[in-house]
């Protein structure tokens, strides 16, 4: 049974970092997409981060360009969030994604197939 464990949240004041982990256990090779989405209370789920493997696409929002970076160790499926100069808008639930690639032109696009259970990030202004 595949599981996908996220440690790292927590609370922050507006301009601080937080580094989120997420490892996947109970599969044995390693996810062609791992990455982050979050929802924030009121509004839709969306995609913060992904990186896959098919050519070591990495995308992310809009809003947080510059900020957060994510890697990944595929030997650990383990995906990384880095966020710095945190704001007040990036709080949100984050879960920890992974998944199948799906190629869409010149680049691949994540498939999700297994979520974690959520980390809560709070930003204070």
């Known amino acids: 049974q595949v599981q996908l464990v996220e440690s790292g949240g927590g609370s922050v004041q507006a301009g601080g970092s937080l580094r989120l982990s997420c490892a996947a256990s109970?599969?044995?090779?390693?996810?062609?997409?791992m990455g982050w989405l979050r929802r924030a209370p009121g509004k839709a789920r969306e995609r913060v981060a992904s990186?896959?493997?098919?050519?070591?696409?990495?995308y992310y929002h809009d809003t947080v360009k510059g900020r957060f970076t994510v890697s990944r160790d595929n030997a650990q499926n383990t995906v990384y969030l880095q966020m710095d100069s945190l704001k007040p808008e990036d709080t949100a639930m984050y879960y920890c994604?992974?998944?199948?690639?799906?190629?869409?032109?010149?680049?691949?696009?994540?498939?999700?197939?297994?979520w974690g259970q959520g980390t809560q990030v709070t930003v204070s202004s």
């Open positions: 994604a992974a998944g199948r690639a799906v190629r869409s032109g010149t680049t691949f696009i994540p498939i999700w197939d297994y």
């Open positions: 109970g599969y044995t090779a390693s996810f062609a997409c």
């Open positions: 990186i896959c493997t098919g050519d070591a696409t990495t």
